[in-house]
């Protein structure tokens, strides 16, 4: 008997609507990611045999060759640029501090057409240089940007704020002591950042560059474009060329395991940046003169000018002057932006559920536990995401046709499969952290006192909430909203796998129209998405400079 | 004795130095010498320029004017400034700064380069027994509690035998009990390392208990330069009278050259004051010079009173409105209101011209 009690005791929090509902919401989330990782269970092995036969080493070999090119660049790019900004002061420092986020606005893959545009064989550049050097008509490539090499450069160009915004952040929270004891100890300024400055920063450079390396694993556009099998193209072309569901899903499943790793080492990485920090009083910048004060505004102006500068005036020019606008172009964009919109909705009203299901019931592990894995869908690839939810949703399809012929004797067809429901799902499996993360930490910062206070000046419940909450949570939910509604809009292979037939977004047709070789035409619907990208870019440079305003503002009251 | 010779010895001189940012002086025409196995001590309220003078000392501020000169030679003047890393002067900061990626025995090491492995092993062994936390090699620094963070920050900074050890209000982060225990016990490892010391802090009981020499600082100046009895005993100036310590000035006029009038009568000086007749002067009256006696003729009335365990602090008010301070025996409890018989015992007038 007292067992039996025990058992539905445990049980007790489901009747607490706002627990049971964030327990189910999680667990509906977890659904892809489940999928995907059961293939490593169940998978058949002759699909294991042929593609460890054909492909897979090759998708191997090109991943790690991308991802140690792209490794090397970000952080040649990104640690020297987070030092100068942070530590030195020379012309333009203030301006790069926040101009060097900008390429974060700039997908890969619109960064990837709009290079191919200028640099191809075709292109303006390679075209001048041929005339110049006299030989007009022979077909000799002086060099290929569809290649290897060349994705590693593009993914380089706009990874590379990961890095530099993790680095800076750790730069800036050294104390200045920790420099001065250095030379009372007999330390030069040079042997000082070898010994100490760099390796304090360490944990947050490899964050930084974790991230970065998700965000290459799960690049498409670029990858898929120039030419390169990685395991994201790999996995479309089974998917949409041959319809190997199969070979996609093992594919998935051996790609997630790769991005599970970084998972792990950016979460270890952070906390060691916690031991990491002597926070303190912040250094002096030094002063830079002459030909360093050149040398950093070349390290800190070229991947700006590179990464933002030249894509940016390039695709204005095009989408002004030479492109042929699609006349259904409004269209695009009305669908783009409500898919967006609504898709962003849906993520910050669920975050709100997960955030206070987690205040509440801070006890229940079950609810902590749902809140941390609704979050699993983050910086996985689309492609990913796009075929854990694929499979459960045919089958449930099929299941639901099998039922219909047997019981009611109709055909139904497909329910799911092919709809905007099905898209805006995989949307929220893969955004919702961001959301969650934004609202959650809002969230946080209305500490529980504030409502006892409140509660014990006699206002209820609601009130509580409606005169304390609402107004302190707007600004991380409209944030919440934002950046969501930007991720959706740049988001390309989930899109291009699930999206209806004939229903296109502003990224799936700048693909479209890159794959078609119209890279012009391609231009103002890149432009748009870059355009709007800016909005978030705007709010993060805004609020490292708040951060550390305010750190300013705590250091010098002590 | 030769030991006398060598404490004689200047190990740091300060020559009339003036520091300051962008051009706006912080402080101005500072002199003071500190002996060969010293602890000197710079006290004064925040904003002082005591760091600022520290900071010119260390090398990582210029002088605008005057020299510092170390063991006979010179570290800083208008015209050159030894950078930090060269002058062999060690520095313990307020915030201690341990390096956090590094071990214990790395961060007391950090500072020995050009030494052996195996000397370097030595040293910390050595430096770890003296701040009384054997063994602690390889632990990491966010392990460690405050009062042994700041052991280990002392360690580094005297690892590699400083001519001179600045500390930077070293005992400002910790608690109070803690503060109490550490200071005396850092006291003794900086004696027994015979390392020449400066101090700079803005609470009295850490300058008094850890200094043989207190300059007292404001403004950028200082005011006095003595050992913290004469600091206390005997301010030069009102602002050290006022900073240091407890007190009340009483009002005064000068009767003659060694005697004054006060509402407590007649008190004389055992030496010449220098004030002229019928002067108006405010002597300072410490708590401990006023005696609680219960057969004097001078009655005060209590306004605020204290208990501090072995003693009270009465706060009493004589009939001319008079305001002063006394310590009684914590068996003479009275209430407020009350008026008690006191006494003064000043061995010598501290008198200050009337504050205008």
Same mark, same amino acid.
């Given at each position: 008997?007292?067992?039996?009690?025990?058992?539905?005791?445990?049980?007790?929090?489901?009747?607490?609507?706002?627990?049971?509902? *964030?327990?189910?919401?999680?667990?509906?989330?977890?659904?892809?990611?489940?999928?995907?990782?059961?293939?490593?269970?169940?998978?058949?092995?002759?699909?294991?045999?042929?593609?460890?036969?054909?492909?897979?080493?090759?998708?191997?070999?090109?991943?790690?060759?991308?991802?140690?090119?792209?490794?090397?660049?970000?952080?040649?790019?990104?640690?020297?640029?987070?030092?100068?900004?942070?530590?030195?002061?020379?012309?333009?420092?203030?301006?790069?501090?926040?101009?060097?986020?900008?390429?974060?606005?700039?997908?890969?893959?619109?960064?990837?057409?709009?290079?191919?545009?200028?640099?191809?064989? !075709?292109?303006?550049?390679?075209?001048?240089?041929?005339?110049?050097?006299?030989?007009?008509?022979? @077909?000799?490539?002086?060099?290929?940007?569809?290649?290897?090499?060349?994705?590693?450069?593009?993914?380089?160009?706009?990874?590379?704020?990961?890095?530099?915004?993790?680095?800076?952040?750790?730069?800036?929270?050294?104390?200045?002591?920790?420099?001065?004891?250095?030379?009372?100890?007999?330390?030069?300024?040079?042997?000082?950042?070898?010994?100490?400055?760099?390796?304090?920063?360490?944990?947050?450079?490899?964050?930084?560059?974790?991230?970065?390396?998700?965000?290459?694993?799960?690049?498409?556009?670029?990858?898929?474009?120039?030419?390169?099998?990685?395991?994201?193209?790999?996995?479309?072309?089974?998917?949409?060329?041959?319809?190997?569901?199969?070979?996609?899903?093992?594919?998935?499943?051996?790609?997630?395991?790769?991005?599970?790793?970084?998972?792990?080492?950016?979460?270890?990485?952070?906390?060691?940046?916690?031991?990491?920090?002597?926070?303190?009083?912040?250094?002096?910048?030094?002063?830079?003169?002459?030909?360093?004060?050149?040398?950093?505004?070349?390290?800190?102006?070229? @991947?700006?000018?590179?990464?933002?500068?030249?894509?940016?005036?390039?695709?204005?020019?095009?989408?002004?002057?030479? *492109?042929?606008?699609?006349?259904?172009?409004?269209?695009?964009?009305?669908?783009?932006?409500?898919?967006?919109?609504?898709?962003?909705?849906? !993520?910050?009203?669920?975050?709100?559920?997960?955030?206070?299901?987690?205040?509440?019931?801070?006890?229940?592990?079950?609810?902590?536990?749902?809140?941390?894995?609704?979050?699993?869908?983050?910086?996985? /690839?689309?492609?990913?995401?796009?075929?854990?939810?694929?499979?459960?949703?045919?089958?449930?399809?099929?299941?639901?046709?099998?039922?219909?012929?047997?019981?009611?004797?109709? %055909?139904?067809?497909?329910?799911?499969?092919?709809?905007?429901?099905?898209?805006?799902? !995989?949307?929220?499996?893969?955004?919702?952290?961001?959301?969650?993360?934004?609202?959650?930490?809002?969230?946080?910062?209305?500490? /529980?006192?504030?409502?006892? !206070?409140?509660?014990?000046?006699?206002?209820? @419940?609601?009130?509580?909430?409606?005169?304390?909450?609402? @107004?302190?949570?707007?600004?991380?939910?409209?944030?919440?909203?934002?950046?969501?509604?930007?991720?959706?809009?740049?988001?390309?292979?989930?899109?291009?796998?699930?999206?209806?037939?004939?229903?296109?977004?502003?990224?799936?047709?700048?693909?479209?129209?890159?794959?078609?070789?119209?890279?012009? %035409?391609?231009? /103002?619907?890149?432009?748009?998405?870059?355009?709007?990208?800016?909005?978030?870019?705007?709010?993060?440079?805004?609020?490292?400079?708040?951060?550390?305003?305010?750190?300013?503002?705590?250091?010098?009251?002590? | 004795?030769?030991?006398?010779?060598?404490?004689?010895?200047?190990?740091?001189?300060?020559?009339?130095?003036?520091?300051?940012?962008?051009?706006?002086?912080?402080?101005?025409?500072?002199?003071?010498?500190?002996?060969?196995?010293?602890?000197?001590?710079?006290?004064?309220?925040?904003?002082?320029?005591?760091?600022?003078?520290?900071?010119?000392?260390?090398?990582?501020?210029?002088?605008?004017?005057?020299?510092?000169?170390?063991?006979?030679?010179?570290?800083?003047?208008?015209?050159?400034?030894?950078?930090?890393?060269? $002058?062999?002067?060690?520095?313990?900061?307020?915030?201690?700064?341990?390096?956090?990626?590094?071990?214990?025995?790395?961060?007391?090491?950090?500072?020995?380069?050009?030494?052996?492995?195996?000397?370097?092993?030595?040293?910390?062994?050595?430096?770890?027994?003296?701040?009384?936390?054997?063994?602690?090699?390889?632990?990491?620094?966010? #392990?460690? =509690?405050?009062?042994?963070?700041?052991?280990?920050?002392?360690?580094?900074?005297?690892?590699? &035998?400083? &001519?001179?050890?600045? #500390?930077?209000?070293?005992?400002?982060?910790?608690?109070?009990? #803690?503060?109490?225990?550490?200071?005396?016990?850092?006291?003794?490892? #900086?004696?027994?390392?015979?390392?020449?010391?400066?101090?700079?802090?803005?609470?009295?009981?850490?300058?008094?208990?850890?200094?043989?020499?207190?300059?007292?600082?404001?403004?950028?100046?200082? +005011?006095?330069?003595?050992?913290?009895?004469?600091?206390?005993?005997?301010?030069?100036?009102?602002?050290?009278?006022?900073?240091?310590?407890?007190?009340?000035?009483?009002?005064?006029?000068?009767?003659?050259?060694? =005697?004054?009038?006060?509402?407590?009568?007649?008190?004389?000086?055992?030496?010449?004051?220098?004030?002229?007749?019928?002067?108006?002067?405010?002597?300072?009256?410490?708590?401990?010079?006023?005696?609680?006696?219960?057969?004097?003729?001078?009655?005060?009335?209590?306004?605020?009173?204290?208990? $501090?365990?072995?003693?009270?602090?009465?706060?009493?008010?004589?009939?001319?409105?008079?305001?002063?301070?006394?310590?009684?025996?914590? +068996?003479?409890?009275?209430?407020?209101?009350?008026?008690?018989?006191?006494?003064?015992?000043?061995?010598?007038?501290?008198?200050?011209?009337?504050?205008?």
């Amino acid at each position: 008997m007292k067992v039996v009690k025990q058992y539905f005791s445990s049980l007790s929090i489901f009747s607490k609507p706002l627990a049971v509902l *964030a327990v189910v919401v999680s667990l509906l989330l977890t659904l892809p990611v489940m999928t995907v990782v059961s293939q490593w269970f169940h998978g058949s092995f002759d699909v294991w045999g042929h593609l460890s036969e054909t492909v897979l080493w090759g998708y191997l070999v090109s991943s790690w060759w991308l991802s140690l090119g792209v490794g090397l660049g970000v952080l040649m790019i990104g640690v020297p640029a987070a030092w100068l900004t942070s530590l030195c002061d020379f012309p333009g420092q203030r301006f790069f501090t926040w101009a060097l986020l900008l390429p974060l606005a700039v997908p890969a893959y619109i960064i990837a057409y709009t290079y191919t545009g200028i640099l191809d064989f !075709a292109g303006p550049i390679q075209t001048a240089i041929r005339s110049w050097v006299g030989i007009e008509n022979t @077909p000799l490539w002086l060099f290929n940007i569809r290649s290897l090499p060349g994705a590693i450069v593009m993914l380089t160009l706009v990874l590379y704020p990961y890095v530099y915004l993790l680095a800076r952040t750790a730069f800036l929270e050294q104390s200045a002591s920790i420099v001065e004891v250095s030379k009372t100890l007999g330390y030069s300024y040079r042997q000082t950042t070898l010994h100490l400055v760099l390796p304090m920063a360490r944990p947050a450079i490899i964050a930084g560059l974790t991230l970065a390396l998700m965000e290459t694993l799960a690049d498409f556009g670029t990858v898929q474009y120039f030419g390169v099998s990685t395991f994201t193209t790999g996995i479309f072309r089974a998917f949409y060329g041959f319809g190997d569901m199969a070979a996609a899903s093992q594919l998935s499943s051996v790609l997630l395991g790769v991005v599970i790793l970084l998972i792990v080492l950016e979460r270890y990485s952070r906390r060691q940046t916690r031991y990491h920090t002597v926070k303190g009083k912040i250094a002096q910048r030094i002063p830079l003169t002459g030909s360093k004060a050149l040398l950093a505004m070349v390290a800190c102006g070229l @991947p700006f000018v590179l990464g933002f500068l030249i894509p940016a005036v390039q695709l204005l020019y095009w989408s002004l002057v030479k *492109a042929e606008i699609d006349k259904d172009f409004v269209a695009l964009a009305w669908n783009s932006f409500y898919l967006a919109f609504i898709a962003s909705v849906i !993520a910050v009203v669920l975050a709100v559920v997960l955030a206070y299901a987690k205040r509440f019931y801070q006890r229940k592990r079950i609810v902590v536990c749902a809140a941390s894995i609704s979050s699993m869908g983050y910086a996985l /690839p689309g492609t990913i995401i796009a075929i854990g939810v694929i499979v459960p949703f045919s089958w449930l399809d099929h299941q639901l046709i099998i039922f219909a012929e047997q019981w009611l004797n109709i %055909d139904i067809g497909l329910l799911f499969s092919g709809t905007l429901m099905v898209l805006l799902f !995989a949307y929220t499996v893969r955004f919702l952290a961001v959301s969650l993360g934004t609202v959650d930490s809002g969230l946080q910062k209305i500490k /529980p006192h504030l409502d006892q !206070a409140a509660s014990l000046s006699g206002y209820r @419940p609601l009130t509580v909430l409606r005169k304390i909450h609402v @107004p302190l949570l707007r600004g991380s939910l409209l944030t919440a909203l934002l950046i969501v509604f930007v991720d959706v809009l740049k988001e390309l292979p989930a899109t291009l796998i699930l999206r209806p037939f004939n229903f296109n977004t502003l990224a799936v047709r700048a693909y479209e129209l890159a794959s078609d070789e119209r890279l012009i %035409d391609a231009a /103002p619907a890149s432009l748009l998405i870059v355009l709007v990208g800016l909005l978030p870019v705007v709010l993060l440079s805004r609020s490292i400079n708040y951060s550390r305003q305010s750190h300013i503002n705590s250091t010098s009251k002590s | 004795m030769p030991m006398g010779n060598v404490a004689n010895l200047v190990q740091l001189s300060i020559d009339d130095i003036t520091v300051g940012y962008d051009g706006l002086p912080v402080v101005q025409d500072i002199s003071l010498t500190l002996g060969n196995g010293q602890i000197g001590c710079l006290l004064g309220p925040s904003g002082c320029g005591k760091s600022t003078l520290l900071r010119a000392i260390a090398g990582f501020e210029p002088v605008i004017m005057g020299d510092i000169t170390m063991e006979g030679k010179l570290l800083s003047s208008v015209t050159m400034t030894v950078p930090p890393e060269q $002058r062999q002067i060690g520095m313990v900061f307020q915030d201690l700064a341990l390096f956090p990626h590094l071990s214990i025995a790395e961060n007391i090491s950090f500072g020995l380069r050009g030494w052996s492995t195996a000397e370097k092993a030595v040293r910390v062994k050595e430096l770890l027994a003296l701040v009384g936390l054997p063994s602690m090699e390889n632990r990491y620094p966010h #392990l460690l =509690s405050g009062g042994q963070q700041q052991r280990i920050a002392l360690a580094r900074a005297m690892a590699p &035998k400083p &001519k001179l050890l600045l #500390l930077d209000e070293p005992f400002s982060g910790l608690d109070a009990s #803690l503060r109490e225990v550490l200071i005396p016990e850092v006291r003794d490892m #900086l004696l027994q390392e015979n390392v020449s010391v400066l101090l700079v802090t803005h609470d009295q009981m850490e300058a008094f208990a850890m200094a043989d020499k207190v300059a007292v600082m404001q403004a950028g100046k200082i +005011h006095q330069c003595d050992s913290a009895f004469n600091i206390y005993h005997e301010p030069k100036t009102r602002f050290v009278a006022d900073f240091v310590g407890q007190g009340e000035f009483l009002r005064a006029t000068i009767v003659d050259e060694f =005697s004054v009038d006060s509402a407590l009568g007649l008190l004389r000086s055992p030496h010449a004051h220098g004030f002229v007749k019928n002067q108006s002067v405010d002597i300072l009256v410490r708590p401990d010079d006023v005696l609680h006696d219960d057969d004097s003729d001078v009655t005060a009335e209590i306004v605020t009173k204290q208990f $501090r365990g072995s003693h009270f602090l009465y706060q009493v008010v004589l009939p001319s409105r008079q305001k002063l301070y006394c310590f009684a025996s914590s +068996h003479h409890n009275h209430a407020l209101g009350e008026a008690i018989g006191i006494k003064l015992d000043l061995d010598h007038l501290v008198m200050f011209a009337e504050s205008s």
